[in-house]
């Protein structure tokens, strides 16, 4: 269970961390810059921490599924 929140920790603060990113960077874009491209670029990194979030949650729960499959399998037999 040690490794899963470890992995679930890392996946929350990269994400959070990319997310944040992206966001500082639309921003940028919508009301400073006015350039277009930087406001593609900023929903795009706002996008990917969106994505690296689920991809992370998702390794977690099919490692513990794997691991509570196994118990399980082992108590019956």
Do not use: H, P, W
Not at 22 to 42: D, K, P, Q, R
Not at 64 to 72: P, Q, Y
């Amino acid at each position: 269970m040690k490794s899963n929140s470890k992995m679930l920790q890392v996946t929350s603060y990269i994400g959070g961390s990319l997310l944040t990113i992206g966001v500082v960077i639309f921003l940028y874009g919508a009301f400073v810059s006015g350039l277009t491209t930087t406001i593609g670029i900023g929903i795009g990194t706002v996008m990917g921490a969106v994505f690296v979030f689920i991809m992370g949650i998702f390794l977690v729960v099919t490692e513990e599924m794997i691991l509570n499959s196994i118990k399980i399998k082992k108590e019956i037999a």
